[in-house]
Structures are given as structure tokens and as C-alpha cells.
């Protein structure tokens, strides 16, 4: 079941286009300024071009979509912060007070949360996304972190999510997440996926100190042993299941439906990229879709970054998640944008082109 919602997945998501991105080339190089001389902004306009097509003219809606869940693998002591802040974070989102409130605000991005996981109730009032699956993922230091049917479900509360983003006409949009625990899933996705050793790509998180960093590394490793050792190459699918989370499963499935309707997704710090390299292995044309926001101070990002080819925009040394970097990125890449839609041309403003 879950295989063939993948395979469905992988078959429906197209490459973005690379004449519509030859076009917008060509159309950069008529606008006035020194060839080339955007930089990076003008390889950023032509993907968002490629990607939205004949909609490239939309105006450009902005929305962060921040999935929430907690982690079994809390149990092992891995994280510096008690799993509760969890859910006292989605009340913060809730009540406007998160980092993530004040730039969704500041950059008029629309904002969402979802429970896809949270190890405790919500009121049915309160104004978020009720989409629990469980409370909490399982320990994977013990079991799968998602049972077959929990990790379709999760996946497909980010498919859904995508699908409204879409239907609500947003077109730049970021996955977040909130869920204490949830780099010591990051880093052990990151090692099955790349082979890297666990120690490269495992960070302090909220900020543990080194013996319980050695700690965190030695639960991934055991973790890792325990499901895959003495297997074969695991599938991207097997590995969220057994070492990922809600949360990151449903930013997975995001990533996918978003390409799938031609929306430009900017991906956030480690937790959310580690998502996303599930998505591209599961389905490679949803690279094109991805503009990495930001590099994030955790070891097993740059890795992540360097695994998917991308370049990050902003590289500020955060470690925040909620989807921060990704929106704060945002304006550069809707500068990029409005630069591609509303410079002058040469011919239009009379300017002389360079004398070759
Ligand atoms: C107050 C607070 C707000 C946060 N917002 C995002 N995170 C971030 O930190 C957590 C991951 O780090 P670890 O794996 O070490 O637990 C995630 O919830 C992530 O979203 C937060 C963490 C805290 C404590
Ligand atoms: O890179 C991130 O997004 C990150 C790093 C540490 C803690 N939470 C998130």
C-alpha cells in the first residue's frame, strides 16, 4: 500500500521545465544590467520559472506549514529540553509568540500548524490542523519508530497539506517542524541515507553538552544496528519508518505532493532537509523543486545540503527549525522574482547593450 502511494508518487512528479528555464535565461539577459551580474537571484528566478510555468506570472502567496510530534527515542535522553516542550511550542505558535510568528508576520507568510504527533490533547477549539496519528513516534532504540500504517497516515497528512497549500493558490512554500528529538532522527536518516558515519552527522540538537552528544551518538548507532545491520542497502521508505518521526514523515509526503503540483518548496534547517532527501531519493525529479533557505549550524546539514546539490541562501550559524530559515529566505527569493518581472529591458528603457 504504502509502496504503491510512493510509486505513485515517483511517477507523477515531472522534472521542472527546462525550456520554460532557457526562456527565462534568455529573458534575464535582455533585462538592465551587466550580464549575469544577479548572481545566484537570477539562477533562483529561472527554477521558480521552470517550476510554475505558464502560472510564473501568479503573484507569489507565501505560506509555512509547520508539522509537530513528538519522539519515542526522548526516553534515551537525547535531547536537552524535557518532550512536553512540544506541545507547550505548538500553544506558543498558537498564542503568536514563536520565532516562526514573528517572521511569518514581519514577511507576510501564512502560517499553519499541524498535530500530526503531539504526545498530548489539544481542545478540539483550538485553531490548528488536528491530524494526530499516535502520540509520539516508538522508540526506534527499541522498535520501528512507525508501524506500516502510521507512517502512511503521517505521509499522507503532508500530502494533504500540500494539496490545500496548492488549492489555496500559495506558491512558495516551506515545511517547519516542532518535536524534541527530532535531530537524533535527522542525524540517523542522514547516516542510513548517505553512509556517512554517525558522528559527522550528529549535532547538540537544543544544545546538549559532549558526553551526552557521545550518548546521542551511541543511541543512533545502536538504532541503526538494530534495524539495518547485516541488511541490504535499506529503502528511503524503511528508513523513515524505522528511524524517522511523524513529522518528519508528513514533511516527506509535503515535499512530494508540492512537487507533484509544481510549487517551489524552500527547505528549512537539518530536520526539515533530512525530509527532503527522503522525498528526492523516493522520487529524483523533486530536487528541481527545492531551494535550500538556509545552512543550519548542525553537522549533519551541510552534508544533507552537499547530498542534495543544493546552495543554501542564508547561512546565519541558527539551529532553530519551526521553519525560520526557510522563511526568512523567502524575500531574497520574491526579490529574485520581482526582479525577472519588472526590471526594464534594454530595448523597453533605451539602454545600449554590452559592445561585443
Ligand atoms: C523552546 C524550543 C523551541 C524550539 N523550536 C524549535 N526547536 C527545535 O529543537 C528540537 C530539536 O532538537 P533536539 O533534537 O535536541 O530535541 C525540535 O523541536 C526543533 O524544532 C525548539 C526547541 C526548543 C527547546
Ligand atoms: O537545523 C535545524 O533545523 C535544527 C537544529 C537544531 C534544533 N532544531 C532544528
Not at 507523477?12 to 544590467?33: F, N
Not at 527549525?321 to 522574482?337: D, F, Q, Y
Request: glycine share 8%.
Amino acid at each position: 500500500m504504502i509502496h504503491a502511494v510512493a510509486a505513485n508518487l515517483r511517477t507523477d512528479i515531472a522534472p521542472p521545465s527546462e525550456p520554460w528555464r532557457v526562456k527565462a535565461r534568455a529573458h534575464l539577459d535582455t533585462l538592465t544590467k551587466p550580464l549575469g551580474s544577479l548572481g545566484r537571484l537570477e539562477d533562483i528566478a529561472a527554477q521558480f520559472i521552470a517550476i510554475r510555468q505558464a502560472r510564473f506570472a501568479d503573484p507569489v502567496s507565501k505560506a509555512v506549514y509547520v508539522f509537530a510530534a513528538d519522539h519515542g527515542v526522548t526516553a534515551e535522553k537525547v535531547s536537552a529540553y524535557p518532550s512536553e516542550v512540544t506541545r507547550q511550542m505548538v500553544l506558543n505558535f498558537l498564542a503568536g509568540g514563536a520565532a516562526i510568528n514573528v517572521l511569518s508576520r514581519l514577511h507576510n507568510v501564512a502560517l499553519q500548524v499541524i498535530d500530526v504527533g503531539v504526545d498530548g490533547d489539544f481542545d478540539p477549539a483550538t485553531p490548528l490542523v488536528h491530524a494526530k496519528v499516535r502520540r509520539g513516534s516508538r522508540n526506534m532504540h527499541a522498535e520501528p519508530a512507525m508501524a506500516h500504517d502510521e507512517l502512511l497516515e503521517a505521509l499522507t497528512v503532508g500530502i494533504r497539506m500540500a494539496e490545500e497549500a496548492a488549492a489555496s493558490g500559495h506558491n512558495l512554500v516551506a515545511p517547519g517542524e516542532m518535536g524534541i528529538g527530532n535531530t537524533t532522527a535527522a542525524s540517523a536518516i542522514t547516516a542510513a541515507l548517505t553512509g556517512r558515519p554517525v558522528p559527522e552527522v550528529t549535532g547538540l540538537g537544543t544544545g546538549i553538552d559532549i558526553p551526552a552528544r557521545e550518548h546521542k551518538i551511541r543511541i543512533i548507532e545502536e538504532s541503526l544496528a538494530l534495524h539495518f545491520k547485516g541488511r541490504e542497502a535499506a529503502s528511503p521508505l524503511e528508513i523513515l519508518g524505522h528511524v524517522g518521526g511523524l513529522e518528519i514523515a508528513a514533511i516527506t509526503g509535503f515535499i512530494l505532493a508540492a512537487a507533484r503540483t509544481h510549487l517551489a518548496v524552500v527547505c528549512d534547517g537539518f530536520i526539515a532537509t533530512a525530509a527532503a532527501a527522503i522525498a528526492v531519493s523516493i522520487a529524483p525529479a523533486a530536487a528541481g523543486y527545492l531551494i535550500a533557505g538556509h545552512q543550519s549550524r548542525e553537522p549533519g546539514h551541510a552534508i544533507l545540503l552537499a547530498h542534495l546539490n543544493l546552495q543554501p541562501i542564508l547561512q546565519l550559524d541558527m539551529r532553530l527549525g519551526e521553519g525560520t530559515g526557510a522563511v526568512l529566505a523567502m524575500p531574497v527569493i520574491e526579490s529574485a522574482i520581482a526582479l525577472y518581472r519588472d526590471m526594464a529591458t534594454f530595448t523597453s528603457a533605451g539602454v545600449s547593450e554590452a559592445a561585443q
